[in-house]
Nanobody, 130 residues
Framework: QVQLVESGGGLVEPGGSLRLSCSVS????????IGWFRQAPGKEREGVSC????????YYVDSVQGRFTISRDNAKNTVYLQMNSLKPEDTATYYC???????????????????????WGQGTQVTVSS
């Protein structure tokens, strides 16, 4: 069965860094995209970043461009999200999700809230506070 498990969240001060991991099973990263999404209390879920399959295309939402980096290690069945220069507004529960490669796009990240992604992990909490 398809499973995704996030890890690496925690409490950091503004300007700090975290690396999130998304460990997947039941499918291969060669054929699916992985997206990172986040949801803060009282707010809708929003896209953060995604990485596609064979072509390796990546996308970031404007608010994290230049600060976050998504990558994958197919041999380890793991996708990473390196988060630098963290801000209080980055505080949220972060989820990774599996979708078809065509749905890794700037529009999905900005407007769809991840509706096109089919399987989701349980999430990992990121808190940025002084």
């Amino acid at each position: 069965q398809v499973q995704l498990v996030e890890s690496g969240g925690g409490l950091v001060e503004p300007g700090g860094s975290l690396r999130l991991s998304c460990s997947v099973s039941g499918f291969t990263l060669d054929y699916f995209a992985i997206g990172w999404f986040r949801q803060a209390p009282g707010k809708e879920r929003e896209g953060v970043s995604c990485i596609s399959s064979s072509d390796g295309k990546i996308y970031y939402v404007d608010s994290v461009q230049g600060r976050f980096t998504i990558s994958r290690d197919n041999a380890k069945n793991t996708v990473y999200l390196q988060m630098n220069s963290l801000k209080p507004e980055d505080t949220a529960t972060y989820y990774c999700a599996q979708g078809l490669p065509q749905f890794c796009s700037s529009w999905v990240l900005s407007d769809s809230h991840g509706a096109e992604f089919d399987y989701w992990g349980q999430g990992t909490q990121v808190t940025v506070s002084s």
